[in-house]
């Protein structure tokens, strides 16, 4: 990507005003990714041209060609990523450029051109700041922001499009936790995977969707609210849970699954990772198999395990089956859980410090 391409100024964003705004939902019991704000920005690429045109103009639907190659070769990549507000009303984000640095790894890979980091950050806060109005001020709310990039061009030979439409969208969603924090039970998945070394496991792209919504059904049919994830070509070691990292702790130490390659590299997960180190935890990220938690399940060592990732935060886990084995982790609320989530969500509402530079104020 060719920085000249970039867009680099606020100023050369147009802004078309809605004629007539929407009544913002209530955010008591609002489904996760329903309801979107009054405006959206768009940015075009075109092969010669470079990204260029950034616009924030009323949320509407695309027009698009059948052809367009992300409805055949399912070229696109998305970021999710929250706005929350403080108690003086101000509006946060958590860690943004490392969403804008993941987004560009995920373009490296299914060959989507770059954005500047800088100004993917501008196209982000700009539109942010315009829907501050959208960031729910209930506790434990926040805006979801949907940044995305799809292949627009009107060709079916399989190759890389020539065009490109950047667009990010907002939804205001509810407290995931009503009453705190509340254990999950999963489903550890031995028949179908969702990503492999090589592929695009460590991206975020539809494609690791589309194949893991069949496990997904299958899981909560059988009554369980997440699908564990074990790697393609042993399936013993563990890798993710639902579109969540996962944690383990084991007599004191927190094990993770390491980035392999198949392993989304989650901005919760890091921020865990920091965190953990930080209070003097012995961290390992490794290779972790299905095997060991069972003998850990058994033998008492298995004091805690959680999922990480944006929407919920931190995500206990307090039961886990496989092959027809029911093993339960802990009691309650694990300690350590309980206590990544309150400084996570502390940092991100803005109620303990920031020491870390982590919260970015948009307004
Ligand atoms: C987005 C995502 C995560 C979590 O990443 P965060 O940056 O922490 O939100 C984990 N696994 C998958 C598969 C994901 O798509």
Known sequence: MNLKESVNTVEKIRFEKAAVLKEKPSTDGIPFGKYFSDHMF??????????????????????????????????EIFEGMKAYRNEKGEVLLFRPIENARRLNSSAERLCIPQIPEEDFLTAVKTLVEIEKDWV???????????????????QLGVHASESYLFSIILSPVGSYYKEGLNPVNIMIEDADVRAVRGGTGYT????????????????????????????????????????????????????????????????????????????????????????????????????????????????????????????????????????LYDTLTGIQWGKIPDTRGWSVKVC
């Open 42 to 75: 768009l940015m075009d690429y075109d092969e010669g041209k470079g990204w260029h045109d950034p616009r924030i103009v009323p949320f509407a639907d695309f027009q698009l060609s059948p052809a367009a190659v992300v409805f055949h070769y399912a070229q």
């Open 136 to 154: 729910p001020s209930e506790p434990n709310t926040s805006l979801y922001i949907r940044p995305f990039i799809i292949a627009t061009a009107p």
């Open 204 to 339: 975020k792209c539809g494609g690791n969707y589309a194949c893991s919504i069949r496990a997904g059904e299958r899981a909560e049919k059988q009554g369980f609210s997440q699908v564990l994830w074990l790697d393609g070509v042993t399936r013993r070691n563990i890798e993710e849970v639902g579109s969540m990292n996962v944690m383990f702790k084991i007599n004191g130490t927190v094990v993770t699954p390491k980035l392999t390659g198949s392993v989304l590299p989650g901005i919760t997960r890091k921020s865990c990772i920091e965190l953990l180190k930080d209070w003097g935890y012995k961290v390992e990220e490794r290779e972790f198999s299905v095997d060991e938690l069972g003998a850990a399940a058994k033998n008492g060592t298995l004091e805690e395990a959680w999922g990480t990732g944006t929407a919920a935060v931190v995500s206990p886990i307090g039961e886990l089956s496989y092959e027809g084995q029911d093993y339960h982790i802990g009691t309650g609320i694990g300690e350590l859980t309980q206590k």
